[in-house]
């Protein structure tokens, strides 16, 4: 079972940037694939981006298209989202996921493996 755990949060203005990074132990050789999602107070779970651990196809929701950019370094076991642009409303506790299953990669239910979250708050 991959065991992820996220880093890199913290406290940023409207436009700066910011990169988190997820290592992931144990059998990460049938990993088929990583996300990132994101939870804001109050509200469900979302998907933000992912991508297939061998193939690195991507995927990403409308909102983050174009500002942020998922990528994974299989070497290191480590997956990466560096957000640009930052704006108010991608405050939330982010998280990673894995999932060793050819799944809907957008879909919560998707994934088996879960980070602890690490928090962004971008300030206006």
């Known amino acids: 079972q991959v065991q992820p755990v996220e880093s890199g949060g913290g406290l940023v203005q409207a436009g700066d940037s910011l990169r988190l990074s997820c290592v992931t132990s144990g059998r990460t050789f049938n990993t088929y694939a990583m996300a990132w999602f994101r939870q804001a107070p109050g509200k469900e779970r979302d998907f933000v981006a992912a991508?297939?651990?061998?193939?690195?196809?991507?995927s990403y929701t409308d909102s983050v298209r174009g500002r942020f950019s998922i990528s994974r370094d299989k070497g290191k076991n480590t997956l990466y989202l560096q957000m640009n642009s930052l704006k108010p409303e991608d405050t939330a506790v982010y998280y990673c996921?894995?999932?060793?299953?050819?799944?809907?990669?957008?879909?919560?239910?998707?994934?088996?493996?879960w980070g602890q979250g690490t928090q962004v708050t971008v300030s206006s």
């Open positions: 991508i297939t651990w061998n193939g690195g196809r991507t």
């Open positions: 996921a894995a999932t060793n299953l050819i799944t809907q990669l957008q879909s919560v239910r998707s994934y088996e493996a």
